[in-house]
C-alpha cells in the first residue's frame, strides 16, 4: 500500500513537472517569432486600431524584463488568460476554444466509444480464432488503414457518400443558420451530420485498438491459470470471459489515453475536412489568421487535457494492477 | 605488425568485420526474402523510388508512347488557370487549377514526398537514439531530465505539435523546415524503445568486462551498447518513415508545407484539390491519385518495417 501511493505521488510530480514544461515551451515558442511579438502578432490591417497594439504591449507587458514576463506569463496560463481573439477583440480567445471545445466532444465522444467498443471485439475475435480468414482479413483492414492519411479518408467518404450519393451532409455541424436545441428535429440534425466524420475518425482508428487488444488477450491465454480453468472443464466461452478477457483489458487501459493523442491528430483533420466546427478547425484557421491567442489558448487546453488523460490512466493501472506499483 | 598491415591500406580487422558484415547482411536477407508481405512492401516500394529518382525521364516515355504534344514538367502551365479540366487523352488524370498537369504533378510528387520522409526520419531518429543512449546509460538525474523533455513531446498530439511549431518558427515555409518540424517532434517514441533497451543491456557482463578494463562512458556506449540497439533503430526507422510521410502530406493539407507553386509533394496536391473544389467538379482523380500514392507507398514501409522487426525481435516471430 505504502508503495502503491509513493508510485501515484512520484506520477503525479512527473504530470506537474510535464505541465510546467508544457508552460514554458507555450512561453519559448510564441517569443521565436522575429522582431517586435506585437508587430508580428498583429496582421498588418489598417482596421486594427494603434491604440489595440499599445494595448497589447501592456497586456503582454513586453516593455518589461524577461523574467517579469515569465512570471506574468505563468500567472496568466494558470488563470486561463491568454488574450481576446485577434479576429473577435473583445472576447477572450479561452472562452472561443470552450466555446468550440463542445463539438469536438460530441465527434471525438462518439468516435472514440465506437472505436474502442468495436476494436476491442474484433481484436478478441482474432484472437479467439487466431490464423483464421477473419483473423488474417482483419489484420489486413488495419494496416490498409493505418497507411493512410485521415483527411484522405474523410475526403473520400465525402466524395462517395456527401456528393455522389447525397446521403449525407458534408459540411457542418447542424444545418446552417440553425442553434442545437434539445428537440427531435434537431438533434436528428445533429445526428446525420456526425455520421461522415465520426465514421472516418472510428474505421480508421479500430485497427490500432484490435491489434493491441489480439496481442494481449494471445498473451494472457498462455498462462498457466487459463490452463487450470480449462482443465477444470470450464467451457471455452467462459474461461474466454472470466479469466482471459479481464486480464487482457489491462493493457488496454493505458493504451486508450496513449490513442487519446491520436484521436486528437485525427479529430483535427476530420474537422478541417467537414468544417465541423470544433477546436481543430478553430486552431487551424487561427493558423491562418495568425491568431496566436487562440493557438496559444488550444495548444494549452489540449496538453491539459492529454496530461490529465495519461495520469489518470496510470493510477487506473496501478490500481487495476497492483504488481506495477513493485516496479 | 602494425606497418605491415598498414601498406596495404585497409587494416585486416576492417576486412575481417567488412567480411562478417556481409555474412550477417546476406543471411538477414535469407530469412527477409522468406516474408512474402515484407517483399510485396520492397518491391512497390523500389518501385516508387525509381519513379522519383527518374522522374523526368518517365514523362519522357509516356509521353513518346501516348503521343502528347510535348513532356509535361509538374509546373508548366499546360492547360486552362483557374480551374481543373477533368481527364483528356492528353492529360490522363487531367489539370488542376495552377494549369499543371495533374499526372506530371503526382509523379514529381514522390520526389519531395519521399526525401522529406526520409530525411525527417533521419533527423527524429538521430535525436530519439542519442537521447535514448545517453539517458540510459547515465540513469540519475541526467536520465530524469531527458525523460521529462520526451514526455512532454509523448504526451502532447504529434499533429497538434506540428501545427505550433510549423506556425511559429521563424522563416516562410519551406521543405527544410517541414523536415524540421517532424525531426524536432516526432522523436520521443524512439528515445523511449532506446532508452528500455540500454537499460537492460547497461547490467550485462560484457559491459561491465569493458568497464573494469577501463573503458570509458563514450566509448562503452559506442563500441557496446550502440551496436545492440541499432538493429531495433533500424527496424523502427522504417515505420518511422512511413510515419514522416504522412505528417508531410498532413501538414502541407493544412497548408503549411512547402510552397506548392515552387515544391510539389502528394500533400499540397491534395490541399490543391480541396481550394480548387474538386468534389463539387466531379474532378476525383485529382485527389483518388495521389492519396492512394500516399497508402501505397506507407503501407510498403510499414510491410518492410514489421517484416524486419520479426527478424531483428524474434521473440515477437511466433505470434
Partial sequence: MKAM?????????????????????????????????????????????????????????????????FFTYIKDTLLFRFGDSFSDPGTSAMSIVLDNLRWTLVLAGTSSILMIGIGMAIGAASAWKRGSLFDTGSLAFTLFFYAMPTFWFS???????ATT???????????????????????????????????????????EFAIIMRGSLIDVMT????????????????????????NAMLPMVALIAMTLAFVV??????????????????????????????????????????????FVADLLLVVMDPRISVV | MMSEVRRRGIS?????????????????????????????????????????????????????????????????????????????????????FRGNDILARTIYGSRVSLLIGFVASLVSMGLGTV???????????????????????????????MIVFATLLPGGPSVMKVVFVIGITGWSGTARLVRAQVMSLKSRTFVERARSAGAGDYYIVRKHIFPNVFPLVFA????????????????????????????????????????????????????????????????????IGYALDEIFNPRLRRR
Fill in chain 1, 5 to 69: 501511493t509513493r508510485m501515484i505521488g512520484r506520477r503525479a510530480l512527473n504530470s506537474i513537472i510535464t505541465l510546467f514544461l508544457v508552460i514554458i515551451l507555450n512561453f519559448a515558442l510564441f517569443r521565436l517569432m522575429p522582431g517586435n511579438p506585437v508587430n508580428a502578432i498583429v496582421p498588418p490591417d489598417p482596421r486594427i486600431p494603434a491604440e489595440y497594439k499599445q494595448h497589447l504591449i501592456d497586456e503582454y507587458g513586453l516593455n518589461e524584463s524577461i523574467y517579469v514576463q
Fill in chain 1, 155 to 161: 475526403m473520400m467518404l465525402v466524395a462517395i457518400f
Fill in chain 1, 165 to 207: 450519393l447525397d446521403w449525407f451532409p458534408s459540411s457542418g455541424a447542424l444545418t446552417s443558420g440553425t442553434q442545437f436545441e434539445w428537440k427531435w428535429p434537431s438533434i436528428l440534425d445533429l445526428i446525420n451530420h456526425l455520421i461522415l466524420p465520426a465514421a472516418s475518425l472510428t474505421i480508421g482508428a479500430i485497427g
Fill in chain 1, 223 to 246: 498462462e498457466d491459470y487459463i490452463t487450470t480453468a480449462r482443465a477444470k472443464g470450464l467451457r471455452e466461452r467462459d474461461v474466454m470471459r472470466y479469466h482471459a478477457m479481464p
Fill in chain 1, 265 to 310: 491528430g485525427g479529430v483535427f483533420q476530420t474537422e478541417v475536412v467537414f468544417n465541423y466546427p470544433g477546436v481543430g478547425y478553430l486552431t487551424i484557421q487561427a493558423t491562418y489568421d495568425l491568431n496566436y491567442p487562440i493557438l496559444q489558448a488550444a495548444f494549452f487546453l489540449i496538453a491539459v487535457t492529454m496530461i490529465v488523460a495519461n
Fill in chain 2, 12 to 96: 585486416e580487422p576492417t576486412i575481417e568485420r567488412l567480411r562478417l558484415l556481409r555474412r550477417r547482411t546476406m543471411a538477414t536477407w535469407e530469412v527477409y526474402r522468406q516474408n512474402r508481405m515484407g517483399m510485396i512492401g520492397l518491391v512497390t516500394l523500389l518501385g516508387f523510388v525509381f519513379v522519383s529518382i527518374f522522374a523526368p525521364q518517365v514523362m519522357w516515355v509516356l509521353a513518346h508512347i501516348a503521343g502528347w504534344p510535348s513532356t509535361y514538367g509538374p509546373f508548366d502551365e499546360v492547360a486552362t488557370v483557374g480551374r481543373g479540366l477533368p481527364p483528356t487523352a492528353d492529360h490522363w488524370l487531367g489539370t488542376d
Fill in chain 2, 131 to 161: 537521447i535514448g543512449l545517453f539517458g540510459g546509460f547515465w540513469g540519475g538525474w541526467r536520465d530524469e531530465v531527458l525523460m521529462r523533455i520526451t514526455d512532454v513531446f509523448l504526451v502532447l498530439p504529434w499533429l497538434v505539435l
Fill in chain 2, 236 to 303: 523502427n526507422s522504417v515505420l518511422t518513415v512511413a510515419l514522416s510521410i504522412l505528417s508531410e502530406s498532413t501538414l502541407s493539407f493544412i497548408r503549411l508545407g512547402p510552397d506548392p507553386t515552387r515544391v510539389v509533394t502528394w500533400g499540397n496536391m491534395l490541399e490543391d484539390s480541396m481550394a480548387g473544389y474538386a468534389f463539387l467538379n466531379e474532378l476525383y482523380l485529382w485527389f483518388m491519385v495521389p492519396g492512394l500514392c500516399i497508402v501505397l507507398v506507407v503501407l510498403s514501409f510499414t510491410l
